[in-house]
């Protein structure tokens, strides 16, 4: 059972979100830059990482400008935006499980021995990435 290749992790996007955002902080405020530039230091294919700047833009973390002094600059938001903040701009709501949705029902939620311990786990991430921002992220030394 455990060759089944199912995993609790990030999406690809959402781990390009963080990436870049985090990146975008380490710059000079009001610098713009390319999406070449950004996929090159990002690791990220720049096709992807375009979509990724959408909706970054829409959750006004980024503006971003057409033209000759064009380009992608991060806003005030975006650099005190939480990483939970940036991941669900992505990828919605972040939940451990389908019985932890907000507003949903599960049947066995008053009987079921796991449903504490997922509500455990929900909260100790939440408070993670709660915890930790942009900012935060971005001052840290690079190895």
């Known amino acids: 059972m455990a060759e089944s290749g199912s995993t609790m992790q990030l999406t690809r996007a ?10 975008m ?7 713009r830059s390319l999406l070449p ?20 833009c829409r959750a006004q973390f980024i503006a971003s400008r057409r033209g000759h002094s064009g380009g992608f600059q991060i806003l005030p938001a975006g650099r005190q935006a939480s990483i939970r903040q940036v ?9 451990l499980n389908l019985c932890l949705v907000h507003g949903a029902s599960c ?5 079921c021995p ?5 509500e455990r786990a929900q909260e100790a991430m939440l408070g993670v990435l709660n915890a930790a921002t942009v ?8 190895p």
């Open 14 to 23: 959402a781990d390009y979100a963080v990436r870049v955002i985090v990146h």
């Open 25 to 31: 902080a380490t710059l000079p405020e009001q610098e």
């Open 37 to 56: 530039a950004l996929a090159t230091a990002t690791g990220a294919p720049k096709s992807f990482l375009s979509k990724v700047l959408q909706a970054l």
């Open 87 to 95: 991941i669900e701009a992505i990828d919605g709501p972040i939940c």
């Open 107 to 111: 049947s066995r939620k008053s009987f």
């Open 114 to 118: 796991a449903h504490p311990i997922w």
């Open 135 to 142: 900012a935060e992220l971005a001052g840290k030394p690079k």
